[in-house]
């Protein structure tokens, strides 16, 4: 119940423990197909370039930056955390100019900071976190879409955590790049990044000066192999990580979009009542709390760390603590995926009960 | 019976089926050490930078050069089959003055070509694939070794296929960055790529002028991680990848490495006794023959694919093609870690018995 990685089903482990085909076998390309058409359904996409980066969520975060970015080129980023210094450092690292639009760790970006950074600039892409992890706030991104297109530029967004715990409309909302991870609301183990770039921003790619810093993040080469042509060796795709998002995926559509998103809220819900009785609160933002990753502030004089260890040793239950200015004034509470149930809810409800 | 990835013994992949902790859980930063430990036992090597990068062998490849070159830097590079021109591509984008030492694919780089090259030049690297898994050819290294450093260079080598099939003795043969996968002679499902860096290589990478243009695969932040210091959270794990790994680490000491190096070249033996019996050789160098990939030429007028196509319906063995300039000229039997058995050299050569 930290902030992920989460519990993994049951039948998501078999699936990973099944033998191994080749990464060119038919039957692997066969299901490399599904997984693309289950990721599109997943994001709320058509974009025909939507597939699973081998790396962890970090790899999907530089693969989209990589990507898009030219030494030179003009970005703003969204920074009320952990992962949106990530981003501002990833993407100094493919060379842009950065310029920082920044808020409160807890607090969302506003579209009006956006608004106020665009006046006068015209930047490549805009890069807003969607769901932080690291505080809890989740930032709504319909009206910065369209400032940011109405100032020509891409909108790249972090959905590492949001996706599949709450709403993430990827055509909806005009996203040009999106990066995710597996080991969050899909329940999957950490090892693949799940990225849907459209047509937009594939055309922007095509149409780069420079080649593209990494070769094994290049998507003109990924896509080679994940389209759907000749199929051209690229790496030795993770087999067996694929056959669980496969399987992790399937689970998700099983249950529906909108259930899961339900059920994710619901479960936000009563551990928010059932912390409220204990005298404690919510950090983040009132309005714009994750349903997914509650960061609960430690109340004075309460041995942070070691409530956490007794959580650990003697409960079986691993939460989080708060990182960068938050660290040591939060809990993080993950509700994520297969780990949001009512029973867990209870569970480190009754256990913080015993402890405080 | 590809080129990888081999098949995984059931304890590895009932390692990887289990229930996943956090990559900051005590039980999981114990584990960590355990892999470091043993991978060092694998590689023959004292290097405290050894560890596994979060991707697959390319991951290892990109990670190597990211840390070591800086734009401007030259590099001379042994391109005698796909991964050689993959490293001269990987270094370019890294910013390297690429100088590619080239032998007709099959056939090693001789010692005698790395003193060519340096002659008149002071590179940072060289680099060098020991196994070349596209043609079946075995680049041996310690001559390299001493020509290399007497120039004040850096020796960087490919070790994929090699790693845990035949004799890699990093300390030995003063290797100063290398990198391998899991899913060749290991027998562990793709998703990882061990790596080691001598304390040379790391005094290089701590005099850098400029930061590495990766931030995944940023060695300062990965050491922050996989250290034995603070454990800085930098990317979240593949726990069961780590699982899987630690479980084929650990059956790879219980064989013995040498032990190990000697059934891969006993049932090499056996093999290429076999096939010259059907009246079929292999193509690459005599004397320098891997006992890992086997590169069988297709004898004139045989159905390259059609071959390969029955043996995977029909047999349920799957075999790989020929690359580049080999493509359809061989077929490449792989016999790596838990495939490499008389029983499959004998399923595979009474397979192609009965199609030829």
Redesign the interface.
């Known amino acids: 119940m ?1 902030p ?2 989460s ?2 089903p049951p039948s998501v ?2 699936a ?8 060119l ?1 038919p039957s692997f390309v066969g299901m490399m197909e599904e997984i693309k058409a289950m990721l599109r359904q997943v994001f709320l996409t058509k974009n025909e370039m939507t597939f699973p980066i ?6 999907g ?2 693969f989209c930056f990589a990507n898009l970015i030219e030494p030179g080129d003009e970005v703003v980023i969204g920074v009320n955390g952990v992962f949106g210094t ?1 981003m501002a ?2 993407a100094a ?2 060379g842009a100019e950065v310029v920082k639009v920044e808020a409160e760790w807890g607090r969302i970006i506003e579209p009006a900071q956006i608004t106020e950074a665009l006046n006068g600039r015209k930047p490549k892409v805009v890069a807003i976190v969607h769901a932080e992890t690291s505080t809890g706030a989740l930032t709504p991104l319909e009206e910065i879409s369209k400032i940011v297109h109405d100032a020509g530029a891409l909108l790249l967004v972090d959905s590492v955590t949001s996706l599949g715990g709450c709403p993430v409309r990827v055509d909806d909302w005009g996203i040009d790049a999106i990066y995710s ?1 597996t ?1 969050k609301c899909l329940s999957c ?3 693949l990044a799940p990225v849907s770039l459209s047509d937009r921003a594939m055309k922007v790619i095509a149409h780069r000066a420079s ?6 993040l290049d998507v003109n080469l990924l896509a080679n192999y994940w389209g759907e042509g000749a199929r051209v ?9 694929n056959y ?1 998002l496969h399987e992790s995926l399937r689970l998700v559509l099983e249950e529906g979009m909108g259930n899961r998103w339900s059920r994710h809220e619901a479960n936000h819900v009563r551990l928010r009542k059932g912390l409220a009785e204990l005298g404690l609160g919510i950090a983040s933002q009132e309005g714009h709390q994750l349903w997914q990753l509650n960061a609960v502030t430690v109340p004075e004089g309460v041995d942070e760390a070691g409530v956490r260890k007794s959580l ?1 040793d003697d409960h079986g239950i ?1 939460i989080g603590p708060g ?1 960068g200015p938050l660290a040591g004034k939060v809990w993080r509470i993950g509700l994520m995926g297969y780990s949001s149930s009512e029973k867990n809810v209870d569970r480190v409800l009754a256990a913080l009960k015993s402890l405080l």
Chains 1, 2 share one sequence.
Request: proline fraction near 8%; include cysteine.
């Open positions: 930290g992920g990685p519990d993994v482990l078999k990973m423990g099944q033998s191994l085909v080749g990464h076998d081998s790396g962890t969520g970090s790899a975060m530089e990530r450092d990833v690292r493919c991870g080991q183990p950490p090892g080649g593209v810093q990494s070769w094994y060796y690229h790496h030795t795709a993770p087999i067996s990580m669980a650990l691993e990182l």
